[in-house]
C-alpha cells in the first residue's frame, strides 16, 4: 500500500513557476515508477510526466517538455515536478500517481493516487 499527498499547488501568473511536490508514505515506492497527471475543469485526466523507478528516465506530454522537469528524491520518499513557463492552459488539478508505470502515459499503469491540487495560471 502506497499513501501520496500533493502539496505545492497555488496561483501564479503566467511565465511563472511552481514546484509539485508528492509525499509517499509506504516501503514499496521506491520500486514504482512516480507520475503526475492533471485534469482541467470540463477535461478528463491526462498524463504529464513520469519518472522510472530508479530516476534514470523521465517521460513528458509534448507541451510540457523543456518546461516541466520530474525528479525523485529515494531518501526522502519524495517525487517532485518543476514547472516553469507556466501557461494558462496548465491550470488544472495536478496528481501525483505511483504504480507499475511505462513510458505510454497511461493511468491504468498506476496504481496509486493523491488527493491532488490545484494549479491555477492566468494571463
Known amino acids: 500500500q502506497v499513501l501520496l499527498e500533493e502539496s505545492g499547488g497555488g496561483s501564479v501568473q503566467a511565465g511563472g513557476s511552481l514546484r509539485l511536490s508528492c509525499a509517499a508514505s509506504?516501503?514499496?515506492?521506491?520500486?514504482?515508477?512516480g507520475g503526475w497527471f492533471r485534469q482541467a475543469p470540463g477535461k478528463g485526466r491526462e498524463f504529464v510526466a513520469a519518472?522510472?523507478?530508479?530516476?534514470?528516465?523521465?517521460y513528458y506530454k509534448d507541451s510540457v517538455k523543456g518546461r516541466f522537469t520530474i525528479s525523485r528524491d529515494h531518501a526522502k520518499n519524495m517525487v517532485y515536478l518543476q514547472m516553469n513557463s507556466l501557461k494558462p492552459e496548465d491550470t488544472a488539478v495536478y496528481y501525483c500517481a505511483a504504480g507499475p508505470g511505462d513510458n505510454s502515459g497511461s493511468s491504468s499503469r498506476f496504481d496509486y493516487w493523491g488527493q491532488g491540487t490545484q494549479v491555477t495560471v492566468s494571463s
Open positions: 519518472i522510472s523507478q530508479s530516476g534514470g528516465s523521465t
Open positions: 509506504g516501503r514499496t515506492f521506491s520500486s514504482y515508477h
